[in-house]
């Protein structure tokens, strides 16, 4: 399951989560993102996770099933990021990509029945996907920056769901490495 919602989030939503995003980016010295070359990232922005609560029942709605919550993330990209070939972790059963500035498309890739389908998001734009069933990338960004947020839920009737709040005490805390898997 992948699916595309257009226009899930307002473009004034897009600008001030962008500007919080760029604030806290900054403040907190623009911190390297482990999983992608030349891009910034943070895990669990209180802003991000507030998003991804208000962003919930359209997510059940568009799966079809109850969900916890798991985490945020936000992630800026810089010219020449490349997005590496994956599955998610346990907790990103369930993921949404939301764009939410951009200076040029950039295609989000995922692997269906061993063909690589593009998808483009404009800013604005989810796309909702199983993450542990699909494998998805990014080729090299041509562009400046491009600012993107990544919620992720997983089934309250699954066998994830221990992964609720991505096992952490709550939302908006810090994740204990020791849950941390590949």
């Not at 919930?56 to 936000?74: A, H």
Request: charged fraction near 30%; glycine fraction near 4%; charge should be neutral.
């Amino acid at each position: 399951m992948v699916k595309v919602i257009r226009n899930a989030i307002t473009k004034e939503t897009c600008e001030f989560i962008s500007l919080n995003m760029d604030l806290l980016f900054h403040l907190v010295d623009y911190p390297k993102d482990d999983y992608v070359s030349n891009a910034t990232g943070y895990y669990a922005p209180i802003f991000l996770e507030s998003l991804l609560i208000h962003l919930q029942p359209l997510i059940e709605k568009t799966v079809s099933k109850k969900l916890y919550p798991s985490y945020s993330y936000g992630r800026i990209y810089y010219n020449k990021s490349i997005l590496e070939k994956h599955k998610d972790r346990p907790p990103s059963e369930y993921g949404v990509s939301l764009c939410i500035s951009k200076d040029i498309d950039w295609t989000i890739y995922f692997e269906e029945d061993g063909k690589a389908i593009p998808y483009n998001l404009n800013e604005t734009d989810m796309i909702v996907y199983k993450g542990m069933e699909y494998n998805h990338w990014r080729e090299s960004y041509q562009g400046n920056k491009h600012t993107q947020v990544f919620l992720m839920y997983v089934d309250v009737d699954g066998k994830y769901s221990d992964w609720k709040w991505d096992k952490r005490e709550g939302l908006g805390h810090k994740r204990d490495k020791r849950v941390m898997c590949s």
